[in-house]
C-alpha cells in the first residue's frame, strides 16, 4: 500500500492577502515568527503588520520578494525575506496573494547533508532540485536557481506551491506526492515563467525520481527540469494550422469565414484579434492589388480572451478610415506584416492616430500588436490586427510565420466566399428581375406570391406568374428549371418569356406545356454545343381560371400537384393527369378541369417548399394544408405562415416560389349571349340589342364603339364563319369584352387595305378602336374577341 505523507504546515510561515488588503488566512508558521494568533490578524488590514505602517506598492506581474520590517507581538521589530505570487482566481475565491517566508530555524526532514553529498546531479547541466519527504527543497542547482530567479538560500525549504503559486505546481506537488508514495519516476509537461520574469513563458519536461537510501528506503524526490520550449512552440503551431484547416472556410459566407479566422487565433496566439475587410464596392466592384493611405476598412469580425468583446472595440459592420500610421494602413501600403511592442520601444507612433484608441491600449495593458495584410491571388482583401495584453510576451517572427500562413489560408476562403456571394448577388439581381414584381389586378382571382433563394445553393430557376387572358380569364403558371445559378436563372426568364407568348395565343394547358417542351429540348441541344454543364430540365405546372364558369384547367408536366381550399372545406390536392418534366419529348400531357367556387384559395409551389433533409414528401404537404387551413382572409398573411411552418431556421436547402390565388365569380348578370342567324340583313336588330344591354349595364359611353365593334365581328362571322355563330357581352368596372365565335377553325388576318380596295379594313379598324383584340381556339371552333376599356371610353 501507499504511505501517505502529512504536510508540516507550520514548516513556511505563509498568509494570504486580497487585493484589498485584508489578511484572510494565517497558518501556524507564520505564528511562530511573528507570534500573532490567527483570531487576532485575520480579516484585518495586513498593514498593521508592518513597521512602517504601510504595504509595499502592488508590483506589476504574478510575483515579487524582498526584506521588509515586520511587528512581532512582543513589539520587537523583526527584518523578514518574504516572496508574494499573484494568485488568479479559482476554487471560489477571487484574486488574491500568497506571501510565504521559509523558517531557517526548522531542520529540514528525511534528506540529511551526507546523503546529498553524492548527489552529482546537483551539478547537472539541466534544472535539478532535491525535495525531502516532506516536499520540501533541499537543494537546488545554478540552471534551478535561474529558472526560478531566486538563490538557493533565499527558497531552502520552501514547497514548490510556494515557490510558485500557480496551478502548476500544485500539478508538480501532486505528482511528487504521487513519486513518494509508489517509489515509481514521473514525468510531466509544463509552461511556466523564467526566473519571475512575466514576460519570458516556457515549456519544461519535468522528470520526477524518487531518492533512495541504502535500505531503499524513499528519502525524497529529485525533480529535474529540461527546456522543450522549441518542440512545444513547433507542436503547437502544428496544432493551429491543423486547426485553421479545418475551422475556416466552412460556409462560403464572408463574415462567418472572417470570425473564425479571428476565433483561430485567439487564445493560442493572440489575446485580442480584429479583421477589417476592404469594401470592393468602393474599387468598382473588384478588391485592389496595392492600397495606399488614408483607406477605410469595414469592421468585419473580432475575438477577445475577454468575457465579451470589450465596449470599447468598433462593432462589426462599422465602417472606419484609417490614416497613415495606423496599424491598419501601415501593413497594408507595405504589404508586410508589422510586429509593434512596448519592449521594443516602435509601438509609440500607433497611439496618437486616435485618442480613444490610444486610452484602450493603455486601460487593457496592450503591449505587442501585429498586423497581418489579408491577401489573396494577387489582391488586397484586408487586415488581420493581433494584439496581447494578457499574455506577458511579445510576438516574435515565428509567430509572424504562423500568423501569415493561417491568415493566408483564411484569405483564399475570404475570397471565394467573396466571389460566391457577388455571383450570387447577381443571380439573385437577374432572378428578381425577371420575376413579376407585382401581380396584375385582374376579375377572376387575386394572387399573392413569395419567392426565397435557397440558403447555400444560392438562386435556383424557380418562377411564378399571373396572367390575363381573353375573356376574363386568367392564367396561372409555377415552374422550376433544374440546377442553380446565373444559368438556371437565365433559362428561367427564357422559359417564363415563352409561357407568356404562348398564353398569348391562348392555347389549352396541354398544349402550351408541349410547346414549352419543345423549347427545353431545344435550348438542351443548344447548351449541350458549348461549354455550359449538363441538359436543360425543368418541371411546370400550368393553370387557366375563367371566372364566368368558375371552372378551372390544369395541367403539369413533373411538377408538383396544387392544393385547394373551397370555402367551408379542408385543403385538397387536385389530382391531375402526372405528366413527364420538360425536355423529356415524344410523351403526351394531359389536363383536367376542376370546379371552384368563388372564394377558393389555389396554392401552386415548387418542390422546395416541402421537400428537406429529414423530412419526407408527405409530411411536407401535410404542413402546408395545415398551414392553408389557418387561412383567415389575408393571401399575405398566409404566405408568410406557410414559410414559416414549413422552412427551416437556417433557411430553405432549394430555392422556393408559392403562389397563392383567391377565385372571383363573375355574377350573370354582368354577362350577355345571343345566338347569332347566318344572315346578314339581321346585323341591325343584334346592334339594337346590344345598345339595349349597354343601357341595362349603364355603359351608354362605350356605345358607339361597342356598336361598330359589334357589327365588324358579326358580319365577318356571318361572312367567313360557319353556323352556329354567338355574340357574348362581358364587363367589370373597368373593361367591355365583345366576343363573337362560330364552328370554323380558320383565324381571320389583320390586312391593310389600298386606297382602291373594297375590303380589308375591318379588323383594322377593330385594332383602333379597342384595347386589345384578338382569337383563340375552342373545341367547337373559334372566337374573336375585343377589348374596350370603359375608363377611356367614359372619357
Given at each position: 500500500?501507499?504511505?501517505?505523507?502529512?504536510?508540516?504546515?507550520?514548516?513556511?510561515?505563509?498568509?494570504?492577502?486580497?487585493?484589498?488588503?485584508?489578511?484572510?488566512?494565517?497558518?501556524?508558521?507564520?505564528?511562530?515568527?511573528?507570534?500573532?494568533?490567527?483570531?487576532?490578524?485575520?480579516?484585518?488590514?495586513?498593514?498593521?503588520?508592518?513597521?512602517?505602517?504601510?504595504?509595499?506598492?502592488?508590483?506589476?506581474?504574478?510575483?515579487?520578494?524582498?526584506?521588509?520590517?515586520?511587528?512581532?507581538?512582543?513589539?520587537?521589530?523583526?527584518?523578514?525575506?518574504?516572496?508574494?505570487?499573484?494568485?488568479?482566481?479559482?476554487?471560489?475565491?477571487?484574486?488574491?496573494?500568497?506571501?510565504?517566508?521559509?523558517?531557517?530555524?526548522?531542520?529540514?526532514?528525511?534528506?540529511?547533508?551526507?546523503?546529498?553529498?553524492?548527489?552529482?546531479?546537483?551539478?547537472?547541466?539541466?534544472?535539478?532540485?532535491?525535495?525531502?519527504?516532506?516536499?520540501?527543497?533541499?537543494?537546488?542547482?545554478?540552471?534551478?536557481?535561474?529558472?526560478?530567479?531566486?538563490?538557493?538560500?533565499?527558497?531552502?525549504?520552501?514547497?514548490?506551491?510556494?515557490?510558485?503559486?500557480?496551478?502548476?505546481?500544485?500539478?508538480?506537488?501532486?505528482?511528487?506526492?504521487?513519486?513518494?508514495?509508489?517509489?515509481?519516476?514521473?514525468?510531466?509537461?509544463?509552461?511556466?515563467?523564467?526566473?519571475?520574469?512575466?514576460?519570458?513563458?516556457?515549456?519544461?519536461?519535468?522528470?520526477?525520481?524518487?531518492?533512495?537510501?541504502?535500505?531503499?528506503r524513499v528519502l525524497g524526490v529529485c525533480l529535474a527540469a529540461h527546456d522543450v520550449t522549441d518542440n512545444h512552440r513547433a507542436r503547437q503551431r502544428l496544432q493551429l494550422v491543423n486547426e485553421a484547416s479545418a475551422r475556416i472556410g466552412t460556409t462560403l459566407d464572408v463574415t462567418r469565414t472572417a470570425q473564425e479566422l479571428a476565433d483561430v487565433c485567439v487564445p493560442v496566439?493572440?489575446?485580442?484579434?480584429?479583421?477589417?475587410?476592404?469594401?470592393?464596392?468602393?474599387?468598382?466592384?473588384?478588391?485592389?492589388?496595392?492600397?495606399?493611405?488614408?483607406?477605410?476598412?469595414?469592421?468585419?469580425?473580432?475575438?477577445?480572451?475577454?468575457?465579451?468583446?470589450?465596449?470599447?472595440?468598433?462593432?462589426?459592420?462599422?465602417?472606419?478610415?484609417?490614416?497613415?500610421?495606423?496599424?491598419?494602413?501601415?501593413?497594408?501600403?507595405?504589404?508586410?506584416?508589422?510586429?509593434?511592442?512596448?519592449?521594443?520601444?516602435?509601438?509609440?507612433?500607433?497611439?496618437?492616430?486616435?485618442?480613444?484608441?490610444?486610452?484602450?491600449?493603455?486601460?487593457?495593458?496592450?503591449?505587442?500588436?501585429?498586423?497581418?495584410?489579408?491577401?489573396?491571388?494577387?489582391?488586397?482583401?484586408?487586415?488581420?490586427?493581433?494584439?496581447?495584453?494578457?499574455?506577458?510576451?511579445?510576438?516574435?517572427?515565428?509567430?509572424?510565420?504562423?500568423?501569415?500562413?493561417?491568415?493566408?489560408?483564411?484569405?483564399?476562403?475570404?475570397?471565394?466566399?467573396?466571389?460566391?456571394?457577388?455571383?450570387?448577388?447577381?443571380?439573385?439581381?437577374?432572378?428578381?428581375?425577371?420575376?413579376?414584381?407585382?401581380?396584375?389586378?385582374?376579375?377572376?382571382?387575386?394572387?399573392?406570391?413569395?419567392?426565397?433563394?435557397?440558403?447555400?445553393?444560392?438562386?435556383?430557376?424557380?418562377?411564378?406568374?399571373?396572367?390575363?387572358?381573353?375573356?376574363?380569364?386568367?392564367?396561372?403558371?409555377?415552374?422550376?428549371?433544374?440546377?442553380?445559378?446565373?444559368?438556371?436563372?437565365?433559362?428561367?426568364?427564357?422559359?417564363?418569356?415563352?409561357?407568356?407568348?404562348?398564353?398569348?395565343?391562348?392555347?389549352?394547358?396541354?398544349?402550351?406545356?408541349?410547346?414549352?417542351?419543345?423549347?427545353?429540348?431545344?435550348?438542351?441541344?443548344?447548351?449541350?454545343?458549348?461549354?455550359?454543364?449538363?441538359?436543360?430540365?425543368?418541371?411546370?405546372?400550368?393553370?387557366?381560371?375563367?371566372?364566368?364558369?368558375?371552372?378551372?384547367?390544369?395541367?403539369?408536366?413533373?411538377?408538383?400537384?396544387?392544393?385547394?381550399?373551397?370555402?367551408?372545406?379542408?385543403?385538397?390536392?387536385?389530382?391531375?393527369?402526372?405528366?413527364?418534366?420538360?425536355?423529356?419529348?415524344?410523351?403526351?400531357?394531359?389536363?383536367?378541369?376542376?370546379?371552384?367556387?368563388?372564394?377558393?384559395?389555389?396554392?401552386?409551389?415548387?418542390?422546395?417548399?416541402?421537400?428537406?433533409?429529414?423530412?419526407?414528401?408527405?409530411?411536407?404537404?401535410?404542413?402546408?394544408?395545415?398551414?392553408?387551413?389557418?387561412?383567415?382572409?389575408?393571401?399575405?398573411?398566409?404566405?408568410?405562415?406557410?414559410?414559416?411552418?414549413?422552412?427551416?431556421?437556417?433557411?430553405?436547402?432549394?430555392?422556393?416560389?408559392?403562389?397563392?390565388?383567391?377565385?372571383?365569380?363573375?355574377?350573370?348578370?354582368?354577362?350577355?349571349?345571343?345566338?347569332?342567324?347566318?344572315?346578314?340583313?339581321?346585323?341591325?336588330?343584334?346592334?339594337?340589342?346590344?345598345?339595349?344591354?349597354?343601357?341595362?349595364?349603364?355603359?351608354?359611353?362605350?356605345?358607339?364603339?361597342?356598336?361598330?365593334?359589334?357589327?365588324?365581328?358579326?358580319?365577318?362571322?356571318?361572312?367567313?364563319?360557319?353556323?352556329?355563330?354567338?355574340?357574348?357581352?362581358?364587363?367589370?368596372?373597368?373593361?367591355?369584352?365583345?366576343?363573337?365565335?362560330?364552328?370554323?377553325?380558320?383565324?381571320?388576318?389583320?390586312?391593310?387595305?389600298?386606297?382602291?380596295?373594297?375590303?380589308?379594313?375591318?379588323?383594322?379598324?377593330?385594332?383602333?378602336?379597342?384595347?386589345?383584340?384578338?382569337?383563340?381556339?375552342?373545341?367547337?371552333?373559334?372566337?374573336?374577341?375585343?377589348?374596350?376599356?370603359?375608363?377611356?371610353?367614359?372619357?
Amino acid at each position: 500500500m501507499s504511505r501517505v505523507y502529512p504536510f508540516d504546515d507550520a514548516a513556511t510561515a505563509r498568509a494570504v492577502i486580497d487585493d484589498d488588503g485584508t489578511l484572510v488566512e494565517w497558518n501556524e508558521g507564520a505564528r511562530r515568527l511573528l507570534g500573532h494568533p490567527p483570531e487576532s490578524v485575520v480579516g484585518r488590514p495586513a498593514a498593521r503588520l508592518l513597521a512602517g505602517g504601510r504595504l509595499p506598492e502592488a508590483p506589476f506581474g504574478t510575483r515579487w520578494n524582498g526584506t521588509v520590517e515586520l511587528r512581532h507581538r512582543d513589539g520587537r521589530t523583526v527584518p523578514v525575506w518574504l516572496l508574494a505570487h499573484r494568485r488568479p482566481p479559482g476554487d471560489g475565491r477571487g484574486a488574491d496573494w500568497l506571501v510565504v517566508s521559509p523558517l531557517t530555524g526548522d531542520q529540514p526532514h528525511g534528506l540529511d547533508d551526507d546523503g546529498l553529498a553524492g548527489a552529482s546531479l546537483i551539478q547537472a547541466p539541466c534544472a535539478v532540485a532535491l525535495y525531502d519527504d516532506q516536499l520540501r527543497l533541499r537543494r537546488i542547482n545554478q540552471s534551478m536557481a535561474e529558472f526560478i530567479g531566486l538563490p538557493e538560500e533565499r527558497v531552502r525549504g520552501l514547497r514548490i506551491t510556494e515557490l510558485g503559486g500557480q496551478r502548476t505546481a500544485e500539478d508538480l506537488e501532486r505528482g511528487m506526492l504521487q513519486v513518494l508514495s509508489s517509489g515509481l519516476p514521473l514525468d510531466m509537461e509544463h509552461t511556466g515563467n523564467v526566473g519571475g520574469d512575466n514576460r519570458r513563458i516556457a515549456a519544461w519536461l519535468t522528470r520526477m525520481a524518487p531518492v533512495f537510501d541504502v535500505r531503499g528506503r524513499v528519502l525524497g524526490v529529485c525533480l529535474a527540469a529540461h527546456d522543450v520550449t522549441d518542440n512545444h512552440r513547433a507542436r503547437q503551431r502544428l496544432q493551429l494550422v491543423n486547426e485553421a484547416s479545418a475551422r475556416i472556410g466552412t460556409t462560403l459566407d464572408v463574415t462567418r469565414t472572417a470570425q473564425e479566422l479571428a476565433d483561430v487565433c485567439v487564445p493560442v496566439l493572440a489575446d485580442f484579434v480584429t479583421i477589417d475587410l476592404l469594401d470592393p464596392r468602393e474599387y468598382d466592384g473588384e478588391p485592389p492589388a496595392r492600397v495606399s493611405a488614408p483607406l477605410r476598412l469595414r469592421r468585419t469580425a473580432h475575438q477577445s480572451v475577454l468575457d465579451g468583446v470589450p465596449e470599447a472595440v468598433i462593432p462589426p459592420g462599422r465602417a472606419e478610415a484609417y490614416p497613415d500610421s495606423s496599424p491598419q494602413a501601415d501593413a497594408l501600403t507595405a504589404g508586410r506584416t508589422i510586429i509593434t511592442s512596448v519592449a521594443a520601444g516602435n509601438m509609440a507612433a500607433w497611439h496618437g492616430w486616435h485618442p480613444g484608441r490610444d486610452q484602450v491600449v493603455h486601460r487593457f495593458g496592450i503591449h505587442s500588436t501585429m498586423s497581418v495584410p489579408i491577401r489573396a491571388r494577387g489582391l488586397t482583401l484586408g487586415v488581420a490586427v493581433l494584439t496581447r495584453h494578457r499574455r506577458p510576451d511579445s510576438f516574435t517572427t515565428d509567430d509572424a510565420l504562423l500568423a501569415e500562413e493561417i491568415t493566408t489560408r483564411a484569405a483564399v476562403c475570404i475570397d471565394n466566399a467573396r466571389r460566391y456571394s457577388r455571383e450570387r448577388e447577381t443571380a439573385l439581381a437577374l432572378q428578381r428581375s425577371l420575376l413579376p414584381r407585382t401581380m396584375p389586378r385582374t376579375a377572376a382571382l387575386q394572387a399573392r406570391s413569395r419567392y426565397l433563394p435557397a440558403a447555400r445553393a444560392g438562386v435556383g430557376g424557380d418562377w411564378f406568374d399571373v396572367i390575363p387572358l381573353s375573356g376574363m380569364r386568367v392564367a396561372m403558371v409555377v415552374g422550376d428549371v433544374v440546377g442553380h445559378g446565373i444559368q438556371a436563372s437565365a433559362t428561367m426568364g427564357r422559359l417564363r418569356t415563352a409561357v407568356g407568348t404562348l398564353a398569348d395565343l391562348d392555347l389549352a394547358p396541354d398544349e402550351l406545356l408541349t410547346h414549352l417542351d419543345d423549347l427545353v429540348i431545344r435550348l438542351s441541344e443548344q447548351y449541350s454545343g458549348d461549354d455550359s454543364p449538363g441538359e436543360v430540365g425543368a418541371t411546370c405546372l400550368y393553370a387557366v381560371y375563367d371566372p364566368v364558369s368558375r371552372r378551372c384547367t390544369l395541367a403539369r408536366a413533373g411538377h408538383p400537384q396544387p392544393l385547394v381550399l373551397r370555402p367551408g372545406g379542408e385543403p385538397q390536392e387536385l389530382e391531375l393527369p402526372s405528366g413527364p418534366p420538360l425536355g423529356l419529348g415524344g410523351l403526351p400531357f394531359e389536363s383536367a378541369e376542376a370546379e371552384l367556387p368563388e372564394g377558393t384559395v389555389l396554392a401552386l409551389y415548387t418542390d422546395g417548399l416541402v421537400k428537406s433533409r429529414g423530412r419526407d414528401l408527405d409530411v411536407g404537404r401535410r404542413l402546408l394544408g395545415e398551414a392553408l387551413q389557418a387561412y383567415a382572409g389575408s393571401l399575405d398573411e398566409t404566405c408568410d405562415l406557410v414559410l414559416r411552418k414549413l422552412l427551416p431556421a437556417g433557411g430553405a436547402t432549394d430555392d422556393v416560389a408559392l403562389l397563392l390565388a383567391r377565385t372571383r365569380g363573375l355574377p350573370s348578370s354582368q354577362v350577355a349571349t345571343w345566338d347569332i342567324p347566318a344572315d346578314p340583313a339581321l346585323v341591325a336588330p343584334v346592334r339594337k340589342q346590344v345598345l339595349d344591354q349597354l343601357d341595362r349595364w349603364s355603359l351608354s359611353e362605350a356605345a358607339f364603339t361597342a356598336e361598330l365593334v359589334v357589327s365588324e365581328l358579326v358580319t365577318n362571322a356571318i361572312r367567313y364563319g360557319s353556323r352556329p355563330i354567338r355574340l357574348r357581352l362581358i364587363h367589370d368596372a373597368a373593361t367591355l369584352i365583345v366576343e363573337v365565335s362560330d364552328t370554323s377553325h380558320t383565324a381571320p388576318h389583320l390586312r391593310r387595305a389600298k386606297t382602291f380596295d373594297e375590303g380589308g379594313r375591318g379588323l383594322l379598324l377593330v385594332a383602333q378602336l379597342t384595347q386589345r383584340w384578338g382569337s383563340r381556339h375552342t373545341p367547337e371552333g373559334k372566337t374573336i374577341w375585343a377589348e374596350l376599356a370603359l375608363t377611356e371610353a367614359a372619357q
